[in-house]
């Protein structure tokens, strides 16, 4: 999803010129802060005041009181959200700049995989922190929208996608990810993620050529599949 950040830099120089503008034009907003849902544009400085902490699931808290002896059935027979209806608030809470509609979707232990980087996020804190970084980088007029999600499966979904500008195709900017979700105090939320992007640059049959190198390589070499 973010990795929209980093293939910009491989635009041409219109392309760039273009993106620029509009970088600097909501480099203004860098000082305003993260819409809630009490306020209007309040951002947060530090991801620490995000309340971390999941807030009760609403079907518990009105089913059962605190002097309610009797056991809560099992998390099956709640009503819980599907999937891709996660997913696509996941998506609303992004294009909204709203990451307070998010926290509830991620689990603590979240690991979320953007391949442009290294290193995987892991962790609800660090997860919001990149996302937080992500919004205010990029100019709200850019939003996602999705093109198909798959919505059979109850605990993984997998999503294609492309970025608009003011509501028009952004180019090189189509994306598929994917997502596992567990039940969690009640709720679905998403547990592991992972985001691929269009890349600017295409090799085309040239990647086949480097597959083919680096397979020989192997063959040759086989210790340096340890490294990798």
């Known amino acids: 999803m ?24 909501s480099s203004s907003s860098n000082s305003s802060y993260l819409i809630t849902e009490s306020r209007t ?10 309340p971390l902490r999941s807030t009760p699931n609403p079907v518990l808290s009105s089913k059962f009181s605190e002097d309610d002896e009797s ?12 999937a ?8 609303d809470g992004i294009n909204y700049r709203n990451l307070s509609t998010v926290v509830d979707l991620i689990a603590d232990d979240c690991v979320y995989e953007d391949l442009v980087f290294t290193q995987p996020f ?3 804190k660090a997860i919001l922190e990149f996302f937080e970084k992500f919004i205010y980088t990029i100019n709200q007029d850019l939003q996602f929208a999705i093109d198909d999600i798959s919505g059979e499966d109850t605990s993984a979904v997998g ?6 500008w003011k509501g028009k195709p952004f180019p090189f900017s189509k994306g598929c ?3 596992r979700l567990e039940v969690v105090d009640g709720r679905r939320k998403i547990i592991y993620g992972r985001d691929i992007v269009e890349p600017a640059v295409k090799p085309g049959d040239l990647a086949l050529v480097a597959i083919r190198g680096v397979t020989w ?11 990798f």
């Open 159 to 164: 999503v294609t996608w492309h970025l608009e």
């Open 41 to 50: 544009s309040t951002r947060i400085g530090y991801i620490d005041r995000f």
């Open 2 to 25: 973010a990795a929209m950040m980093m293939f910009m830099i491989s635009f041409p120089t219109t392309t760039t010129n273009s993106i620029a503008q509009f970088l600097s034009s």
């Open 122 to 124: 892991v962790g609800r």
């Open 84 to 91: 891709s209806d996660v997913v696509r608030r996941f998506y």
């Open 177 to 179: 990810s994917f997502y």
């Open 217 to 227: 390589l192997l063959q040759q070499f086989p210790q340096l599949a340890d490294r």
């Open 71 to 82: 056991s809560p059935p099992s998390v099956a027979s709640y009503s819980l959200d599907s």
